[in-house]
């Protein structure tokens, strides 16, 4: 928990006057016993921001020929 407390402080401090705030979403527990502290370490990463986008990749890199 001390890492979301860390990393929200970080972001609100840098973050104050944006109208949206775009984060990586963490992955979630590989065992299911650990669904409510995942929950619980979103909630503390997200306080004090209005507006957050968490955005999560499939982990797979997309090549197309025109890039």
């Known amino acids: 928990m001390h890492t979301a ?3 929200n402080e970080v972001v ?3 973050s104050q006057g944006a109208h949206l ?3 990586n979403m963490p992955g979630p527990p590989r ?3 650990g669904d409510e502290n995942y929950m619980e370490f979103l909630e503390v990463l997200l306080e ?3 507006r957050v986008l968490l955005v999560r990749g499939g982990g797979r890199e997309v090549i197309t020929i025109y890039s």
Do not use: E, M
């Open 5 to 7: 407390v860390k990393l």
């Open 12 to 14: 609100v401090n840098k």
């Open 21 to 23: 705030v775009l984060l």
């Open 31 to 33: 065992n299911r016993g």
């Open 48 to 50: 004090g921001l209005n």
